[in-house]
């Protein structure tokens, strides 16, 4: 229900805003590094996809508010699961990030604000394969709620370089919130991080 409203609402927003004075919008193609903390591997090494689209708005000279509605793949990679055995993660989410914008000036924009991802797709990997579920329990909570920051550079009219660091501020494992541990992880939980890089196209 809340994912139905969440696509209704932008989809209105970004109607509007190709409608209205001081509006904009425009596509989102970029990737994705990411990791999980707290699922004992290191290192930004999950690649993913990261594909949307966007409306903003001018609030003044240097603020804008700009929403999002953005395909995106999360997860941990574990290059040596031969060795130590440690599954890895992967998930898939369509996430709504509200931002706000400071324009520093014509061609640089700090961004900051939170997101909330909904939950597509999520299993763990092992050596025996894909583990969507363990002793029919879903690993991940449908909703993942988040914190970002960012800069974007406008390369020219149209173009602009967009890079984000964003972190997770509620653990996203099932077993986290519960007694009955799926894998032998910390117990502080677990926590998405990526580090993105996109193009953003503006209309």
């Given at each position: 229900?809340?994912?139905?409203?969440?696509?209704?609402?932008?989809?209105?927003?970004?109607?509007?805003?190709?409608?209205?004075?001081?509006?904009?919008?425009?596509?989102?193609?970029?990737?994705?590094?990411?990791?999980?903390?707290?699922?004992?591997?290191?290192?930004?090494?999950?690649?993913?996809?990261?594909?949307?689209?966007?409306?903003?708005k001018s609030i003044s000279e240097?603020?804008?508010?700009?929403?999002?509605?953005?395909?995106?793949?999360?997860?941990?990679?574990?290059?040596?699961?031969?060795?130590?055995?440690?599954?890895?993660?992967?998930?898939?989410?369509?996430?709504v990030p509200l931002l706000l914008?400071?324009?520093?000036?014509?061609?640089?924009?700090?961004?900051?604000?939170?997101?909330?991802?909904?939950?597509?797709?999520?299993?763990?990997?092992?050596?025996?394969?894909?583990?969507?579920?363990?002793?029919?329990?879903?690993?991940?909570?449908?909703?993942?709620?988040?914190?970002?920051?960012?800069?974007?550079?406008?390369?020219?009219?149209?173009?602009?370089?967009?890079?984000?660091?964003?972190?997770?501020?509620?653990?996203?494992?099932?077993?986290?919130?519960?007694?009955?541990?799926?894998y032998n992880y910390s117990r502080?939980?677990?926590?998405?991080?990526?580090?993105?890089?996109?193009?953003?196209?503006?209309?």
């Open positions: 229900m809340l994912k139905r409203f969440a696509i209704l609402l932008f989809c209105g927003f970004l109607t509007i805003s190709m409608q209205a004075q001081n509006f904009g919008g425009g596509v989102i193609l970029g990737l994705s590094t990411s990791q999980v903390g707290g699922d004992n591997l290191g290192g930004f090494n999950k690649a993913g996809l990261l594909i949307g689209f966007f409306a903003n240097l603020l804008s508010f700009q929403m999002e509605m953005n395909y995106i793949q999360k997860g941990s990679n574990n290059p040596k699961m031969n060795e130590n055995r440690t599954p890895d993660i992967s998930t898939s989410y369509i996430e914008q400071y324009h520093q000036s014509n061609k640089l924009k700090i961004e900051g604000g939170v997101q909330t991802g909904y939950l597509i797709d999520g299993y763990y990997n092992d050596l025996d394969g894909e583990r969507p579920k363990y002793n029919d329990i879903n690993p991940f909570i449908n909703y993942d709620i988040g914190l970002l920051l960012g800069i974007d550079y406008n390369y020219s009219k149209n173009i602009s370089l967009n890079t984000r660091i964003s972190n997770s501020i509620f653990p996203i494992g099932v077993e986290d919130y519960e007694d009955q541990a799926i502080k939980g677990k926590y998405n991080s990526v580090l993105s890089f996109a193009l953003h196209y503006n209309f």
